[in-house]
């Protein structure tokens, strides 16, 4: 597609329930990254792949957090049992070694 | 890890006037990238430019590598300008790492 898109748009979860968010990076596209954005504040890393290989996942905070890109493409970030603190918008990023292009991300509320 | 400091952090401005924001980084990198996040949330890319200079209409931006550091320049700024300015610095294969960010307000 033309841009990296990422679904749902919005989420809200109750605490204790596990949640799937997905994201289509731009086709072709090697590298991919998920970061964690709470109000106020900058992205902050959360794991990058390179086509299929998870590469770096130091900035996860919990192993209650999971992604995988099994086939290089499209990557799913998974919260199991969500917290309130994981209230957050949660952005995914695709690009080459000249510039990342962000989607709109999903804000996932947890209640 | 890198760092990435940004200044200033917050930047009140009348519409028209000109504008620099700064950004520092700890070590050599390959990738600087300034980004827009407009109030809505969406982070819009202004400038790939690990070094050298760019000019897009009345933004442009100058990376010194030598000196770990970057500006970005608004001139004749608009309302639309308003938001949070980010600069962004990554080495190849590696983490891409955010700063805290420069919160522009423009005033009509």
């Known amino acids: 597609g033309a841009g990296v898109s990422q679904s749902p748009r919005y989420k809200v979860a109750k605490r204790g329930q596990d949640v799937a968010l997905r994201c289509d990076p731009i086709?072709?596209?090697?590298?991919l990254f998920w970061y964690q954005q709470a109000l106020g504040q900058g992205p902050e890393f959360l794991t990058y792949?390179?086509?299929?290989?998870?590469?770096?996942k130091s900035g996860l905070p919990s192993d209650r957090f999971f992604a995988e890109r099994p086939e290089g493409s499209v990557s799913t970030l998974k919260i199991q049992r969500t917290q309130q603190e994981d209230s957050a918008v949660y952005l995914c990023?695709?690009?080459?070694?000249?510039?990342?292009?962000f989607g709109s991300g999903t804000r996932l509320t947890v209640v | 890890g890198i760092q990435v400091e940004q200044s200033p952090p917050d930047l009140i401005l009348q519409e028209g006037a000109n504008s620099t924001l700064r950004c520092n980084f700890s070590?050599?990198?390959?990738?600087l990238q300034w980004f827009h996040q407009n109030p809505w949330g969406q982070l819009i890319n202004l400038f790939y430019?690990?070094?050298g200079t760019k000019q897009n209409g009345r933004l442009s931006a100058t990376t010194v590598a030598t000196e770990r550091y970057s500006l970005l320049y608004i001139s004749s700024s608009q309302t639309t300008d308003s938001g949070v300015y980010f600069c962004?610095?990554?080495?190849?294969?590696?983490?891409?790492?955010f700063g805290p960010g420069t919160r522009l307000s423009v005033l009509p």
């Open positions: 990023a695709s690009g080459t070694d000249y510039g990342y292009t």
């Open positions: 086709s072709g596209h090697v590298s």
């Open positions: 070590d050599s990198v390959n990738n």
């Open positions: 962004a610095v990554g080495d190849y294969g590696q983490n891409f790492v």
């Open positions: 792949f390179q086509n299929e290989a998870q590469l770096d």
């Open positions: 430019i690990p070094s």
